[in-house]
């Protein structure tokens, strides 16, 4: 089955830099990658995805890449602000909508003022 | 905008009893999902529901597992025999048909504790 691979595990920036996650997938079938937001205590909340048919997707300050050759895909954060402070979780799926979301162990962002 | 609501929020139980965790998708979606998250885990697929039936399962969703839609708005799981690993997070998804279906908008989720 699939295996999402995310790093780094803990990230700390300086309020307004950027801030980068990386992940890998293992199946070149996934077609479907979204990233999430997690906040204490709350559930994950959507923050952008992305199909394999486009290789870059912007929305303000977020954006996601993705090199389906190399099989990774990352989350881009500019003009960090207190408010981005949370776990972000990496996720890959194939096929389609009944098809279950495979996780990444999660990236901790520390915003510091 | 519509959201994706579970209850209860906190559930605390004994080994072996019964658990249902219930969800309401949001009302035009198509696709329902369980997924649970172990405390400072990955968050993790149980099973998938479209069209009244089960499409898929992960090798967690076991046999004291269970899922029903028994009416136009609910989404249940159902935990038959409860065991101390079973303590977690579980949260409900749902998603939408055609574009929109892989799109998956989760639940606040339900904090389970098995004593």
């Known amino acids: 089955g699939e295996n999402v691979e995310q790093h780094p595990s803990t990230l700390s920036v300086q309020e307004g830099d950027s801030a980068v996650i990386k992940c890998t997938y293992s199946d070149s079938a996934s077609n479907y990658f979204p990233w999430y937001k997690q906040e204490l205590g709350k559930g994950p909340q959507l923050i952008i995805d992305?199909?394999?048919?486009?290789g870059e997707k912007k929305d303000q300050r977020i954006a996601v890449t993705l090199n389906k050759t190399a099989k990774h895909f990352s989350l881009h954060i500019t003009e960090t602000q207190p408010e981005d402070s949370a776990v972000y979780f990496c996720?890959?799926?194939?096929?389609?909508?009944?098809?279950?979301?495979?996780f990444g162990k999660g990236t901790h962002l520390i915003i510091q003022p | 905008e519509p959201e994706v609501t579970q209850t209860p929020s906190h559930q605390v139980t004994q080994m072996g009893q019964e658990v249902i965790l219930r969800c309401v998708p949001i009302?035009?979606?198509?696709?329902f999902y369980w997924y649970r998250q172990i405390l400072g885990q990955k968050v993790e697929f149980l099973v998938s529901?479209?069209?009244?039936?089960?499409?898929?399962k992960s090798e967690i969703f076991d046999d004291q597992f269970s899922v029903e839609r028994p009416d136009g708005s609910n989404f249940t799981l159902k935990i038959r025999s409860t065991k101390l690993e079973d303590s977690a997070m579980y949260f409900c998804a749902s998603s939408g048909g055609g574009t929109g279906r892989k799109t998956q908008y989760f639940g606040p989720g339900t904090r389970l504790l098995v004593l």
């Open positions: 992305i199909r394999s048919n486009v």
């Open positions: 009302s035009n979606h198509l696709y």
């Open positions: 996720a890959a799926s194939t096929g389609g909508g009944a098809d279950g979301l495979t």
């Open positions: 529901f479209y069209n009244n039936e089960i499409s898929e």
